[in-house]
């Protein structure tokens, strides 16, 4: 299982989560999104307008048949959509992240301690690969990681 971090020092999980939905999309893969109830429709939207040519397919979960959704975006780890992966867009950690075979995890700079304790606590725990990624100007790098 994997997780990784992903600190949000220059762009909101709207800009980030359209090109890591892209990338799990192209592998056949489907994935789950959490966040506040609030920031769904604002996700949805990012979403929907990726590129000027495309979109990536989704649904908000209860507006539709979840479990056809490649993407669904919800408030809670209901894994309706059968996903591999899990986005936790709110900062929130849930231990339900371990039963996906990968969770991105997203946080804002004002979350780095809940981060920080989060990476220590899963450190301990055997079977976790753990990855981390900031924003350095217009590109990530990763820093530590855990194999």
């Known amino acids: 299982m994997r997780v990784d971090f ?3 020092t220059r762009d909101p999980p709207a800009i980030v989560l359209p090109a890591i939905a892209q990338n799990i999309m192209n ?5 789950l999104v959490v966040s506040g109830t609030d920031t769904l429709p604002i996700l949805s939207k990012s979403l929907w307008t990726y590129r000027d040519d495309s979109f990536l397919a ?3 979960a209860g507006q539709g048949d979840d479990s056809m959704q490649p993407i669904l975006l919800s408030d809670s780890i209901d894994n309706s959509n059968s996903a591999q992966m899990l986005a936790l867009c709110d900062g929130i950690w849930r231990d339900e992240a371990l039963s996906f075979a990968r969770t991105f995890y ?3 700079p004002d979350q780095i301690d809940d981060a920080r304790g989060l990476w220590k606590s899963l450190m301990a725990k055997d079977g ?3 990855h981390y990624w900031k924003q350095d100007g217009r590109k990530w790098v990763e820093g530590p990681s855990k194999k």
């Open 6 to 8: 992903y600190q949000l």
């Open 58 to 60: 989704h649904a908000i």
């Open 128 to 130: 976790l690969e753990l």
């Open 106 to 108: 997203m946080f804002a």
């Open 27 to 31: 592998a056949h893969a489907r994935l």
